[in-house]
């Protein structure tokens, strides 16, 4: 079980920011997704803002690791808990973007069912992450992720199937391929904070 000292509460105040802000921006991703193009560059500008934010969480994270002797677990986890946690905010970014420049939004198959994938993902993170001292409640949250994950390889697999199956033209078709990449390996990146949490715990029982 993971103890937590007066110093080592940055991390968890950190990782609790960035769970949350994973939270907000796979929502806003899937309200992008749900409504018409005129909104497309307002939830992307805000998904963006969140971006830059857990990018300057992760910074924080790591001067904090830099100055600290004595950390609540692993060096090596902390980093990678923290990176993971960015890279699925990325991802979403990624996909806002894209779905911005190549303005394609609610026309690509199944983008909002996978962005609903990528939110509960991040629901089960920031409650995993909040529950850290509690071996149990993150093991079952991993599993959780990890069936999701496997639910957006069926979306993703579905929306390839109906984008090739839909007779778009061939430039729709390669964007909306892009981004319906990107919000898979977002699961995926949803996944890979699983296995982090999971190897924390399991080293710290």
Same mark, same amino acid.
């Given at each position: 079980?993971?103890?937590? *000292? ?5 991390? #968890?105040?950190? #990782? ?16 992008? #997704? *749900?409504?018409?193009? &005129?909104? =497309? ?10 971006? =830059? ?37 990325? *991802? ?5 973007? =894209? ?34 001292? &509690? ?18 390889? *069926? ?35 949803? &996944? =890979? ?13």
């Amino acid at each position: 079980m993971l103890s937590i *000292r007066k110093k080592g509460r940055l991390f #968890f105040e950190t #990782f609790d920011g960035m769970a949350s802000s994973a939270v907000e921006a796979a929502r806003l991703l899937g309200e992008l #997704f *749900r409504n018409g193009p &005129d909104g =497309h560059a307002g939830y992307a500008g805000q998904i963006k803002t969140i971006e =830059h934010h857990c990018d300057e969480l992760v910074h924080t994270l790591i001067r904090t690791l830099n100055q600290t002797f004595i950390t609540p677990f692993d060096r090596e986890d902390i980093h990678d808990l923290g990176s993971s946690m960015d890279d699925i905010v990325d *991802r979403i970014d990624a996909a806002a973007s =894209h779905s911005l420049l190549y303005k394609v939004g609610g026309d690509v198959p199944d983008a909002a069912a996978l962005a609903g994938v990528i939110l509960k993902q991040a629901e089960e993170v920031r409650q995993a992450v909040e529950n850290l001292r &509690d071996s149990d409640k993150v093991l079952d949250r991993c599993r959780r992720i990890n069936a999701l994950e496997k639910e957006g390889d *069926r979306l993703y697999r579905n929306a390839m199937v109906r984008l090739f199956e839909s007779g778009r033209d061939a430039i729709f078709v390669i964007k909306a391929k892009e981004i319906i990449e990107t919000l898979e390996a977002a699961t995926d990146a949803g &996944d =890979h904070i699983a296995i982090v949490l999971e190897r924390i715990v399991l080293k710290n029982q």
